[in-house]
């Protein structure tokens, strides 16, 4: 088992229960017993390309990254999703592809966009 650190810096307040319910109860499809992480992880990724057997995701986040106390990452960056983080299992309420990023890009979930 590994951990995996989620950060709450009072990212939560005035969002809908319903959005921060799913954020919370999201766990990588790899590792059941581990959370993708919460919303000071998350960074929209409303863009993706299949290259072969590879699914890149593109940041499409233009979210101010402080009051996440996130690093900053540009607008058109792209990440090759393993396929083992691709998360199918549940719908997405927030109408946003989410990628969850460790602090040195590890990819811990990447939730495709659609699907209420």
Known sequence: MSVASA????????????IREWFQALM???????????EADAYWADSF???GDKYVAIIT??????????KH?????????PNHKL???QSNPTGHGII????????YCYVAPGGV
């Not at 986040?61 to 996130?70: G, Q, T």
């Not at 969850?100 to 990819?107: A, E, H, I, K, Q």
Request: glycine share 8%.
């Open 28 to 38: 990588q499809p790899d590792n059941p017993a581990v959370s993708c992480c919460g």
């Open 87 to 89: 998360k199918y299992d």
């Open 49 to 51: 390309e299949v290259d």
């Open 73 to 81: 990452i540009d607008v058109g960056t792209r990440f090759v999703i």
């Open 7 to 18: 950060r709450d810096f009072g990212q939560w307040e005035g969002t809908n229960p319903q």
């Open 100 to 107: 969850f990023l460790s602090r040195g890009d590890y990819v």
């Open 61 to 70: 986040d233009s979210r101010p990254d402080e009051p996440l106390r996130r």
